[in-house]
């Protein structure tokens, strides 16, 4: 790698939490970043709970070198300037009238968690949720987001501690390739919200009963988070993440780690 | 996508004005069809006024119905207690329509200008009459599958593709209009959306500058029988092969009134009067409503690659009937299980 990407300072703990995991490579990654190999790595040395951990030091060791400084504008024909907030931080950007939201975060605040799909609204890749709704980031211009509440998937973890949705997305493994995932774990975050508020969908029985929160079936999983496409088709994992965080029950975990990888 | 002037809009007049001052100039709502379009190049504002801000949002009872606003999200709309009690069959209609994120992005004004998904029209290297008049249609003997069976002309056999609307056509919706040289005016919905004829690129009878409001629901007593059955390629997130909009009233075993409009098998929603007429006054059974969706369907024209939907749309209609008429819940339990 010609241009090594610049990361800030570990802290002691992260410092720590990596020398006692691959004392051998603690060097490489600080200086070149995470790659697979450590991942896969750092996959065998942990179990689910220590990977979750892990993995959000990792994650935010990436971010951290994402916010303050939005990127420099270039190119811009008939500028708006926005003033909106994302992941509680206030954000005022110089903006081409043409630029979504999908392209301002990930272009110009370099938050790249959002994915990029099909980029015309069918694939749900780019969700992201504005003042509590769950929306397409894709067909957002990012000039109407003046005054607006953005959070991204970066932004759903509380300082250390992931978000529920995303501690089941681990647990039932409800990714394959993750590309789709940020905007998965995105949409049933808002999903759980609006069940709790009584929302119906298509397929809610009886839809004139009104006010009651409505009990998520499997069904009802599916249909509400239906405007996310997974390719890999790691469907049954994310519906029994999303029972998980919903209920009140643990779900069973369907996958192990095979005898002999720990 | 092409550079364009954006603006915000703080009242109805200043977007009026501004849209008006301007033959390339649009409304921006949601923006979920035109964003989309404007990235496809197949339509290019100069100029988009964001008028989300405007305060058409609310949905307020009336002395004869209900009105909801121009503004008021879908996902607002299909939720909100007095829709979902008193109109039923709009949330249902509504909630079967694209996804949650979409939902709650696009408004109700918006969603009744959305456009055809017609891949002819989409596609700027084909031929579309739609899109630019005169160039020619590439469905009309071209892949057809998903086109038009009632309503079409030779220049044109695109479908629009709203749930929502069907519901409204088979509610008697008045849309609200503000803008132009009338100042405000009201539109019955069968008048809203045109047919092809001879000017496909026209969709509906608004004009340059004018501004949906509100859509106002007449009171009725179809909400104890009332269906949206949507027939699709997968099981959501898809557009319409065909759907229907059913509800009737009844006194003892007879209809008192029915309404019936059907979705994806036309220029605009397709209300079914042959099936109206024949039903209104007679016994509500299977029989009268097989006969019923037979009389309807004997006028359809179909195109060569979608004669499926005229038995499709037949089938359809005696569904959602039957579902409409057990009042039976609304949803995959109650409806889409049993057996007809």
Request: a neutral charge; one cysteine or more.
């Amino acid at each position: 790698m010609e241009d090594q990407p610049k990361f800030p300072d570990l802290t002691d703990a992260e410092r720590s939490a990596l020398e006692e995991l691959m004392p051998d490579e603690i060097s490489e990654i600080i200086t070149s970043g995470m790659k697979r190999r450590h991942f896969l790595k750092l996959f065998t040395f942990t179990g689910t709970g220590l990977l979750a951990t892990h993995l959000l030091g990792i994650e935010q060791l990436m971010a951290r070198s994402a916010t303050g400084n939005p990127l420099p504008p270039t190119g811009i024909e008939n500028g708006i300037n926005v003033s909106f907030k994302v992941n509680g931080n206030t954000q005022q950007l110089l903006l081409d009238s043409r630029m979504t939201l999908l392209d301002a975060l990930r272009e110009r605040l370099d938050l790249t968690g959002s994915k990029k799909g099909c980029d015309h609204g069918q694939c749900g890749a780019c969700t992201v949720i504005i003042d509590g709704r769950r929306v397409l980031s894709c067909l957002t211009l990012a000039a109407t987001c003046e005054d607006r509440e953005v959070t991204t998937i970066e932004g759903l973890a509380d300082g250390n501690k992931l978000h529920p949705m995303q501690e089941a997305f681990i647990k039932h493994d409800g990714f394959q390739c993750g590309y789709c995932t940020p905007g998965q774990i995105c949409s049933a975050v808002a999903l759980v919200n609006e069940a709790k508020d009584g929302e119906a969908s298509y397929v809610t029985n009886n839809i004139r009963k009104t006010g009651k929160a409505v009990e998520l079936s499997d069904e009802e999983i599916r249909e509400r988070m239906s405007g996310n496409i997974c390719r890999c088709g790691a469907y049954p994992n994310i519906v029994n993440a999303i029972r998980e965080v919903q209920g009140d029950k643990a779900v069973a975990q369907v996958w192990q780690f095979a005898d002999g990888t720990i | 996508m092409r550079p364009f002037k954006f603006s915000i809009a703080g009242d109805p007049e200043t977007a009026i004005t501004t849209v008006s001052a301007n033959a390339n100039a649009k409304f921006l709502g949601g923006g979920t069809n035109l964003l989309d379009l404007m990235k496809e190049d197949v339509t290019h504002p100069s100029a988009l006024i964001n008028i989300t801000r405007l305060k058409h949002t609310a949905i307020e009872k009336t002395d004869n119905g209900i009105l909801i606003g121009g503004m008021a999200t879908n996902s607002f709309t299909a939720n909100h207690e007095k829709i979902r009690k008193n109109y039923p069959l709009l949330s249902m209609a509504i909630l079967a329509g694209a996804s949650a994120q979409i939902r709650n992005m696009a408004t109700n004004g918006g969603n009744l200008n959305q456009r055809t998904r017609c891949t002819y029209f989409y596609d700027v290297s084909m031929p579309c009459n739609k899109r630019e008049p005169g160039s020619g249609c590439g469905a009309l003997k071209g892949m057809n599958r998903n086109h038009a069976i009632f309503g079409w002309s030779e220049k044109c056999v695109a479908v629009y593709p709203s749930d929502m609307a069907v519901a409204l056509s088979a509610l008697d919706a008045v849309v609200h209009v503000q803008g132009g040289s009338t100042g405000k005016r009201t539109i019955p919905f069968a008048d809203f959306h045109r047919l092809p004829g001879n000017n496909p690129e026209i969709d509906n009878n608004l004009k340059h500058g004018e501004l949906i409001t509100s859509i106002e629901l007449p009171e009725n007593d179809l909400a104890d029988h009332s269906y949206y059955l949507k027939i699709r390629e997968r099981s959501s997130y898809a557009f319409a092969l065909v759907s229907v909009a059913a509800a009737m009233s009844l006194d003892g075993t007879k209809i008192k009134d029915v309404r019936i409009a059907l979705g994806g098998v036309a220029h605009k929603p397709w209300r079914a009067a042959a099936a109206e007429q024949l039903l209104k006054g007679r016994d509500a059974t299977i029989a009268n409503f097989k006969a019923a969706a037979t009389a309807e369907l004997s006028k359809a024209k179909p195109l060569e690659h979608n004669k499926y939907k005229v038995k499709l749309a037949g089938d359809a209609i005696v569904r959602a009937l039957t579902y409409a008429l057990n009042g039976a819940g609304y949803g995959i339990e109650a409806g889409l299980h049993s057996e007809v």
